[in-house]
């Protein structure tokens, strides 16, 4: 195999990371598990785990309740709220749980559904996971509400950024995008998105989902109306986050039953929640906080304007965003030199700012499953499929073939990892 030399800019200290993560410690026939499944789902680090166990040991409860372990749950989901206000740089009651993001999208659609009515527009895109798209086909169904689906180049999977800004008009109502693409990385220049749909007076929801993990995110600074995440995605438990405008949550008036509150956030958060999962998140949130606290920012600038926890948060997904950058550049280099390989996205070096480690390739001769699977047999984890991105798999004319095989790498991934990969994909372009 040829040698590419790994540059890293700005490193964290991968071992002192990789500690905290106990799920690292597994074998698979023999060889330490490799973690490519990460847009599926990230590990978690020791914090969330120990989190867990003692909301389990001190606090299992349901909430306010005049005891001891209900107080303890009321103060757990209030400072759960609190932890994501500070990644995200809103305010605590502009946050709402649920069961994940795909639930949760197709619970505020109805919301925001009643809201519009017949002729009103909503814009999608083919670059998006079906959660940002499925649930505004559902409500525009309902509510003879027009969709107009916007077009990605196939070349490099960007979004066709003059026919977004074309399709808006007055009767827009709300733009559905993603940051980041779950199935090829690309980012979205998701402020000039936002920038305007508001100059014709639409609403804009963003799927972070797979932006989340990867970089700071401000949704202050972006002004966008919704943000969606999943903390199984950001080395949490499995529940799903919506940021929304306290204004625009306030006028909202969600499927809910009667005796709960009609405040916000409470109003959107039906039913018991997963309590247990909040204090997880807690953790997930401290072992990131960890991470700024002991990392230096890699552009002082970006975390000037934050203080405290917040700056923490900023430092280390800064950081996060430097080093998984030259992780993508040796990642797509390496793929590059292995024959009958075909890349999807943006794939030059030069590109790496407008992408998150995140991969789709086939090989000729080879199902993706196929690919999978020889991976899977000497540990190395990830997809193949669609992943939910129904349809750009269609655009790329790879679904009816078994979609792609996904590499997504996250920052505690090592060149190292990258290595192994590549040598099992090379043996098989070879057979
Ligand atoms: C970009 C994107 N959006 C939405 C989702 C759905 O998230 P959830 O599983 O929390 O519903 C995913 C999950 O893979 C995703 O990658």
């Known amino acids: 195999?040829?040698?590419?030399?790994?540059?890293?800019?700005?490193?964290?200290?991968?071992?002192?990371?990789?500690?905290?993560?106990?799920?690292?410690?597994?074998?698979?026939?023999?060889?330490?598990?490799?973690?490519?499944?990460?847009?599926?789902?990230?590990?978690?680090?020791?914090q969330v785990i120990e989190a867990t166990t003692e909301y389990y040991l001190y606090a299992n409860a349901n909430t306010h309740g005049a005891f001891a372990t209900?107080?303890?749950?009321?103060?757990?989901?209030?400072?759960?709220?609190?932890?994501?206000?500070?990644?995200?740089?809103?305010?605590?009651?502009?946050?709402?749980?649920?069961?994940?993001?795909?639930?949760?999208?197709f619970s505020l659609s109805r919301a925001l559904g009643r809201t519009l009515v017949a002729g009103d527009e909503i814009i999608v895109t083919t670059l998006d996971h079906d959660a940002?798209?499925?649930?505004?086909?559902?409500?525009?169904?309902?509510?003879?509400?027009?969709?107009?689906?916007?077009?990605?180049?196939?070349?490099?999977?960007?979004?066709?950024?003059?026919?977004?800004?074309?399709?808006?008009?007055?009767?827009?109502?709300?733009?559905?995008?993603?940051?980041?693409?779950?199935?090829?990385?690309?980012?979205?220049?998701?402020a000039t998105i936002?920038?305007?749909?508001?100059?014709?007076?639409?609403?804009?929801?963003?799927?972070?989902?797979?932006?989340?993990?990867?970089?700071?995110?401000?949704?202050?600074?972006?002004?966008?109306?919704?943000?969606?995440?999943?903390?199984?995605?950001?080395?949490?438990?499995?529940?799903?986050?919506?940021?929304?405008?306290?204004?625009?949550?306030?006028?909202?008036?969600?499927?809910?039953?009667?005796?709960?509150?009609?405040?916000?956030?409470?109003?959107?958060?039906?039913?018991?929640?997963?309590?247990?999962?909040?204090?997880?998140?807690?953790?997930a949130i401290d072992y990131l906080s960890l991470l700024g606290n002991t990392h230096a920012a890699p552009t002082p600038e970006a975390a000037s304007d934050y203080s405290g926890r917040r700056r923490a948060l900023k430092i280390a997904m800064g950081s996060i965003l430097a080093y998984e950058r030259t992780l993508s550049a040796y990642l797509l280099t390496a793929l590059s030199l292995v024959p009958n390989l075909t890349l999807y996205g943006l794939t030059n070096p030069t590109d790496m700012t407008r992408r998150v480690p995140t991969v789709?390739?086939?090989?000729?001769?080879?199902?993706p499953r196929a690919l999978a699977e020889a991976l899977a047999e000497v540990g190395i984890c990830a997809w193949d499929g669609n992943y939910y991105a129904v349809e750009l798999m269609e655009r790329l004319g790879l679904e009816a073939t078994g979609g792609a095989l996904r590499l997504g790498l996250t920052h505690y991934n090592t060149p190292e990892e990258i290595d192994r990969c590549i040598a099992v994909l090379s043996q098989l372009s070879r057979a």
Request: with cysteine; hydrophobic share 40%; charged share 20%.
């Open 360 to 367: 789709a390739l086939t090989m000729r001769d080879q199902t």
């Open 132 to 190: 940002n798209i499925a649930p505004w086909r559902a409500v525009a169904e309902e509510r003879g509400l027009v969709i107009r689906q916007i077009d990605i180049d196939p070349k490099t999977c960007t979004l066709d950024m003059d026919a977004l800004h074309a399709a808006m008009n007055d009767r827009t109502k709300l733009v559905a995008v993603g940051y980041a693409s779950n199935a090829v990385g690309t980012i979205n220049d998701v």
């Open 70 to 105: 209900s107080q303890r749950t009321d103060t757990i989901i209030e400072e759960a709220r609190l932890a994501v206000a500070d990644l995200l740089n809103c305010d605590a009651h502009e946050v709402i749980f649920g069961a994940n993001m795909t639930t949760l999208t």
């Open 194 to 283: 936002v920038h305007w749909a508001h100059d014709v007076g639409a609403l804009c929801w963003i799927d972070a989902v797979q932006y989340v993990p990867h970089g700071p995110v401000d949704v202050r600074q972006l002004d966008c109306d919704f943000l969606a995440f999943s903390a199984y995605k950001v080395f949490g438990p499995h529940i799903g986050v919506v940021y929304g405008k306290q204004a625009l949550l306030e006028g909202l008036r969600p499927y809910k039953v009667r005796p709960a509150s009609d405040a916000t956030p409470d109003k959107f958060e039906t039913g018991t929640q997963p309590h247990e999962l909040f204090a997880g998140l807690l953790g």
């Open 1 to 46: 195999m040829q040698h590419i030399p790994y540059i890293p800019t700005v490193a964290p200290d991968l071992a002192e990371v990789r500690a905290y993560f106990p799920s690292f410690e597994q074998q698979v026939n023999n060889h330490p598990i490799v973690f490519f499944d990460n847009p599926g789902g990230t590990q978690v680090p020791q």
